[in-house]
C-alpha cells in the first residue's frame, strides 16, 4: 500500500506492550519497527505466562503521557497489544491524555491519527493475524495529525475527562 500526502516517516519512539493473549504479535512488531528505523521500548510481559492487561496498559500509557510533557508530543507513540485490542483499549482510555483507538484495518489506523490524535494504537493479535497487525501499525505509525477542523473536536473531546 503507498503513502498518501498525510502519512509521514515512522516515529521515531514507539512503546510497546502486551499481554499473554498479545505476546506473539508484540514480538513481531518490536522487530519490524526496529528495522524500519523505530526505537522501540518493550515494556512487557517478557514471557506467555497469564499476565493482567491493565498493568501494562497503564505503564505503557504513563510513558507516552510523560514523553508528552517532555515535549516530545506527536514523536512518541504508543502499542498495546492484547487478544482482541478491546481490553487494552478500555484500560488505556482511564488515563486523561491518551486516546487509544483499536484499529482492525489500514483505514481505521490512518483515521485514528489524521483525525483524532490517537496517542495510543490497541491491536487484536487473535483478531488479526501477524501480517494484518504489522500493516496497521506502520499506517498508524507513519500518519500525522491533520489540525485544523479536527483540534475543536479533540479540544471537546478531552473536555468530557472528569476533573479531579
Do not use: W
Amino acid at each position: 500500500m503507498s503513502q498518501t500526502p498525510q502519512e509521514e516517516q515512522m516515529r521515531k519512539t514507539v512503546f510497546i506492550a502486551s499481554d499473554h493473549g498479545g505476546f506473539a504479535l508484540k514480538g513481531a512488531l518490536v522487530q519490524a519497527l526496529r528495522n524500519a528505523g523505530c526505537q522501540v521500548e518493550d515494556l512487557g510481559p517478557d514471557g506467555t505466562g497469564s499476565c493482567d492487561y491493565p498493568a501494562y496498559a497503564e505503564k505503557l500509557c504513563r510513558r507516552v503521557l510523560d514523553a508528552g510533557e517532555a515535549g516530545q508530543n506527536g514523536e512518541t507513540l504508543g502499542i498495546l497489544v492484547c487478544g482482541t485490542g478491546l481490553g487494552m483499549s478500555m484500560a488505556a482510555n482511564r488515563l486523561p491524555g491518551i486516546r487509544a483507538a483499536v484499529c482492525t484495518c489500514e483505514f481505521m489506523a490512518r483515521m485514528a491519527r489524521a483525525h483524532n490524535n490517537a496517542n495510543v494504537l490497541c491491536l487484536g493479535e487473535r483478531v488479526l493475524g501477524q501480517g494484518l497487525g504489522l500493516d496497521i501499525a506502520r499506517v498508524f505509525l507513519s500518519t500525522g495529525f491533520e489540525g485544523a477542523r479536527h483540534l475543536r473536536r479533540i479540544s471537546q473531546f478531552d473536555a468530557l475527562t472528569p476533573k479531579p
